[in-house]
């Protein structure tokens, strides 16, 4: 029914900036916030960032508070991560997920095949 592509990733050094972006197609119906995790390897899969549907409300993982940025454009039915200052350790496929948002991150309904974000040093 819905379908998430994440686009953007790819080798950069540390200290440089990268932005990601997510298409939806389809209806998120069910969904009432968008959000990145990644996954770095040998690691499980940890929350990033998510914004809500007017995205007046923005939430961050400590890790990266003060250097990514999300965002979201409805009209293009896109959402984004910019990322600055990146560090090696941010190293990790990056995905992009659909989901529910209260006091934390609920649920996934739908998640992105992901991308592959590397930080050299």
């Known amino acids: 029914q819905v379908q998430l592509v994440e686009s953007g990733g790819g080798l950069v050094q540390a200290g440089g900036s990268l932005r990601l972006s997510c298409l939806a197609f389809?209806?998120?119906?069910?969904?009432?916030?968008m959000g990145w995790f990644r996954r770095a390897p040998g690691k499980e899969r940890e929350f990033v960032a998510a914004?809500?549907?007017?995205?007046?409300?923005?939430n961050y993982a400590d890790s990266v508070k003060g250097r990514f940025t999300i965002s979201r454009d409805n009209a293009k039915n896109t959402v984004y991560l910019q990322m600055n200052s990146l560090k090696p350790e941010d190293t990790a496929v990056y995905y992009c997920?659909?989901?529910?948002?209260?006091?934390?991150?609920?649920?996934?309904?739908?998640w992105g095949q992901g991308t592959q974000v590397t930080v050299s040093s």
């Open positions: 997920a659909a989901g529910r948002y209260g006091s934390g991150w609920h649920f996934t309904n739908y």
């Open positions: 914004i809500n549907w007017s995205g007046g409300y923005t």
């Open positions: 389809g209806r998120t119906d069910g969904s009432n916030a």
